[in-house]
């Protein structure tokens, strides 16, 4: 499985940003998808996971009333929404999937297999 990511920039505090990942490859073995940021100096960190199988999601708290995971199926594509953007969400997005993993919640609790090339957000204040 092959993930790019695309979408990043920079963005004032309040604005919003939309996020795309392309999944290529073995994409009939997909059956969670993920997005996952780095920021500097800190460890990596889910930031919103999605069930291929229901649509079902997961966020975490910190992001869950701002951002939203979407996918496009027709284009084998995931969207990951961000609105009302921080200085804190700076980071590098990467997009992620674990091929034996089907749980969204599970996904984002644990260290995908397949990883993308990130794109970098950037957020200004």
């Known amino acids: 499985v092959q993930l790019q990511a695309s979408g990043g920039g920079l963005v004032k505090e309040g604005g919003s940003l939309r996020l795309s990942c392309v999944a290529s490859?073995?994409?009939?073995?997909?059956?969670?998808m993920s997005w996952f940021r780095q920021a500097p100096g800190k460890e990596r960190e889910a930031v919103a996971c999605?069930?291929?199988?229901?649509?079902?999601?997961y966020l975490p708290d910190f992001v869950k009333y701002r951002f939203a995971i979407s996918r496009d199926k027709s284009q084998n594509t995931i969207n990951l929404q961000m609105n009302n953007l921080r200085p804190e969400d700076t980071g590098v997005y990467y997009c992620a999937t674990d091929l034996g993993q089907a749980s969204s919640y599970a996904l984002c609790h644990s260290r995908p297999t397949e990883w993308g090339m990130g794109t970098l957000v950037t957020v200004s204040s």
């Open positions: 490859g073995s994409v009939l073995s997909i059956t969670s």
């Open positions: 999605l069930s291929t199988n229901n649509d079902i999601t």
